[in-house]
């Protein structure tokens, strides 16, 4: 599953990524992702931003995001980082 959200006209959240663990690493991340993207562009959206947990830094690098910052520590344990992506 995944969420987009507008924060602005022209930036975009991707919020609430997660795929089954059985099913991971087997492509539906990488889908899902891609499918949002596209919403975001249909709803007029120029950027995409996301928090990031360190885990999951690597799978966004694959798919043209760069982290820019920090983001909130979620349940005061897991560090996040602020993710950008700039849609073409
Ligand atoms: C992150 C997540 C959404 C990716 O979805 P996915 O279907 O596994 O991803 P894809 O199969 O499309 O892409 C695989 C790539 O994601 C990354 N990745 C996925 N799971 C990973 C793991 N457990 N450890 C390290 N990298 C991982 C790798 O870069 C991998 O590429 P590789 O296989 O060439 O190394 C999914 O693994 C997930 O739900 N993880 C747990 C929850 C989570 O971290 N959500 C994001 C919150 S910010």
Same mark, same amino acid.
């Given at each position: ?17 997660a795929? @089954?663990?059985?099913?991971a *690493?087997?492509? !539906?991340?990488? %889908?899902? $992702? ?6 975001a562009? @249909?709803?007029?959206?120029k *950027?995409v931003? !996301?928090?990031s %947990?360190? $885990?999951a830094?690597?799978?966004y690098?694959?798919h ?8 909130e520590?979620?349940?005061g344990?897991?560090?996040h980082a602020?993710m950008?992506k700039?849609?073409?």
């Open positions: 599953m995944g969420r987009i959200h507008l924060n602005s006209p022209v930036e975009a959240q991707v919020r609430y990524m795929v @089954e663990p059985q099913f *690493r087997g492509g !539906l991340g990488g %889908r899902i $992702l891609v499918g949002l993207e596209a919403r562009r @249909e709803l007029g959206a *950027r931003v !996301l928090n %947990r360190e $885990l830094c690597r799978f690098q694959q043209g995001y760069a982290v820019c910052g920090p983001a520590t979620m349940f344990q897991i560090p602020r950008m700039e849609l073409s």
